[in-house]
């Protein structure tokens, strides 16, 4: 069965560089969930979109943008990179009619130098 | 392959009742885990973590049970409540590399009145 897939796998940017993440959630999800893990620490909320509109927001700094197209995938774009950026980001879909059951995806891992 | 695989995949059940979820892993090695719990749309929660070497923990009214030898966790919730409607994600740390975190899919749980 297909899933969630993120890309890149691996990124290493410098500081005050921009990366863009993307996520390419299970057909048919309409919904695209976005989590950042620091090293130890639990997977904290950024945002999420639901039919190409934010439909909640976290702690995502304001450095960061996302948006879901209209072929729902999404894109997570972060600006004037820091070294606390370094961290695992997971995507997650899930489709809103059903169980809403969330799906994670392999996690890019983005290292800022 | 590392897999995590929970069940059942949806659950309801009546107000004051006790459940049990189900957490089964493949991941080797392994460091922890996790069971989260998590509203649509938000961050996960964290409710337990454990190492191999624990066997069981509780936090209020959810108990977790961990067996390191058949690979299998168990999240025991008492007496429910309406606001335990949530999925309950388990999460293994793969500690073959740089700790990456293994989803499960989770278990969606309706709590009725």
């Known amino acids: 069965a297909a899933g969630v897939i993120q890309s890149p796998r691996h990124l290493i940017k410098e500081k005050r560089e921009t990366a863009t993440l993307k996520c390419y959630p299970i057909?048919?999800?309409?919904?695209v969930y976005w989590y950042q893990q620091g090293p130890g620490q639990d997977p904290q909320f950024l945002i999420s979109f639901y039919e190409k509109m934010q439909s909640d927001k976290g702690s995502i700094p304001d450095r960061f943008s996302a948006q879901q197209f209209s072929d729902y995938h999404s894109e997570l774009n972060m600006s004037s990179l820091e070294l606390g950026d370094s961290a695992l980001y997971f995507c997650?879909?899930?489709?809103?009619?059903?169980?809403?059951?969330?799906?994670f995806g392999p996690g890019t891992r983005l290292t800022v130098l | 392959k590392n897999q995590v695989e929970q069940s059942p995949q949806s659950l309801i059940i009546l107000e004051g009742k006790n459940c049990t979820l189900q957490?089964?892993?493949?991941?080797?090695?392994?460091?922890?885990l996790r069971w989260y719990k998590q509203d649509t749309g938000r961050g996960p929660v964290s409710l337990t973590i454990m190492t191999f070497s624990e066997n069981t923990k509780s936090n209020g009214r959810y108990t977790a049970t961990l067996d390191a030898d058949t690979k299998q966790s168990s999240l025991h919730i008492t007496a429910s409540q309406l606001s335990d409607s949530a999925s309950y994600i388990c999460v293994v740390t793969f500690s073959g590399g740089y700790n990456k975190l293994i989803f499960g899919a989770g278990t969606r749980l309706a709590v009725h009145p």
């Open positions: 057909p048919r999800h309409d919904t």
């Open positions: 997650a879909s899930s489709s809103a009619s059903g169980i809403n059951t969330q799906y």
């Open positions: 957490c089964n892993y493949t991941v080797s090695p392994f460091s922890n």
